[in-house]
Nanobody, 118 residues
Framework: QVQLVESGGDLVQPGGSLRLSCAASGSLLSTYLVGWYRQAPGKQRELVADITSGGDTNYADSVKGRFTISRDNAKNTVYLQMNSLKPEDTAVYYC????????????WGQGTQVTVSS
């Protein structure tokens, strides 16, 4: 089973940018569907973006045009580039992987905190 570690969260001003990283060990992440999720205080965890093993991407409407998910198979890592950040993007961000959309998600890690505030 693949183990994932998220990093890159920080405090950033509105309009700023961050890049989150999801580093994998134990298996080749290139063969998995990988998603970035987030959970804001008092809200349910939601899908932000995901990327298939073939490189197809999918985004939540709230982040389309601002966030970009990508993968570096040589580094066994998936990234989330976040631009034009808004206060409502504040949340703990998690990555997760599965073999495909019909499979269950794996265990959740600790996530990385993103705070957008002036």
């Amino acid at each position: 089973q693949v183990q994932l570690v998220e990093s890159g969260g920080d405090l950033v001003q509105p309009g700023g940018s961050l890049r989150l990283s999801c580093a994998a060990s134990g298996s080749l992440l290139s063969t998995y569907l990988v998603g970035w999720y987030r959970q804001a205080p008092g809200k349910q965890r939601e899908l932000v973006a995901d990327i298939t093993s073939g490189g197809d991407t999918n985004y939540a409407d709230s982040v389309k045009g601002r966030f970009t998910i990508s993968r570096d198979n040589a580094k066994n890592t998936v990234y989330l580039q976040m631009n034009s950040l808004k206060p409502e993007d504040t949340a703990v961000y998690y990555c997760n992987s599965r073999r495909g959309r019909l499979y269950e998600l794996g265990p959740w890690g600790q996530g990385t905190q993103v705070t957008v505030s002036s």
